[in-house]
T-cell receptor, first 113, second 114 residues
Framework: AQSVTQLGSHVSVSEGALVLLRCNYSSSVPPYLFWYVQYPNQGLQLLLKYTSAATLVKGINGFEAEFKKSETSFHLTKPSAHMRDAAEYFCAVSAGSARQLTFGSGTQLTVLP | SAVISQKPSRDICQRGTSLTIQCQVDSQVTMMFWYRQQPGQSLTLIATANQGSEATYESGFVIDKFPISRPNLTFSTLTVSNMSPEDSSIYLC???????????FGDGTRLSIL
């Protein structure tokens, strides 16, 4: 079985500040991990993915995430927030031969001017 | 990545009716999935659409309520049957090329039941 926990359903940062969105996973086999972003009235867009290559993964829009096996974490960061980053962010896991994704509950990011 | 088109983008339906949602992909894909996103919540997998055979449903979802077709590698439909206000949600189609591969999503169908 696999699961994902996103800590903090709402995160607010000032424009230009560091963005840190937390994700912890549970999996009995090496996982594949993903971050998605959902803007209002849109579907989900893939930000980045971890598939057992480099532990530090760079994605689109300046986001990156680091896979830490010892902490079972895959936190999403961005050095400097922009107003356009305001959206809902979802962490997801796929484990072993499982085809489906299991999503976290989501984190709503607000960027303050 | 594949371009995914979902139709309709939104609809308002009467209680007791059914609606069929279409998902069209611009290239052949191995896997297609249907998700439900209830207001303010995360995504829940309804089923995996299998080409040429019956869909694989997740716990809590049944074929009579959510019949799914997948006649080929680029197209699938989800029907929401005998709708009630509890079915008001966003329904999303996604595609992937294999296990462990990232899924790519359509823009979703926003469904409201009166």
């Amino acid at each position: 079985a696999q699961s994902v926990t996103q800590l903090g359903s709402h995160v607010s940062v000032s424009e230009g500040a560091l963005v840190l969105l937390r994700c912890n996973y549970s999996s009995s086999v090496p996982p594949y991990l993903f971050w998605y972003v959902q803007y209002p009235n849109q579907g989900l867009q893939l930000l980045l993915k971890y598939t057992s290559a480099a532990t530090l993964v760079k994605g689109i829009n300046g986001f990156e995430a680091e896979f830490k096996k010892s902490e079972t974490s895959f936190h999403l960061t961005k050095p400097s927030a922009h107003m356009r980053d305001a959206a809902e962010y979802f962490c997801a896991v796929s484990a072993g031969s499982a085809r489906q994704l299991t999503f976290g509950s989501g984190t709503q990011l607000t960027v303050l001017p | 990545s594949a371009v995914i088109s979902q139709k309709p983008s939104r609809d308002i339906c009467q209680r007791g009716t059914s609606l069929t949602i279409q998902c069209q992909v611009d290239s052949q894909v191995t896997m297609m999935f249907w998700y439900r996103q209830q207001p303010g919540q995360s995504l829940t997998l309804i089923a995996t659409a299998n080409q040429g055979s019956e869909a694989t449903y997740e716990s809590g979802f049944v074929i009579d309520k959510f019949p799914i077709s997948r006649p080929n590698l680029t197209f699938s439909t989800l029907t929401v049957s005998n709708m009630s206000p509890e079915d008001s949600s966003i329904y999303l189609c996604s595609v992937a090329q294999g296990a462990g591969q990232p899924q790519h999503f359509g823009d979703g169908t926003r469904l409201s039941i009166l």
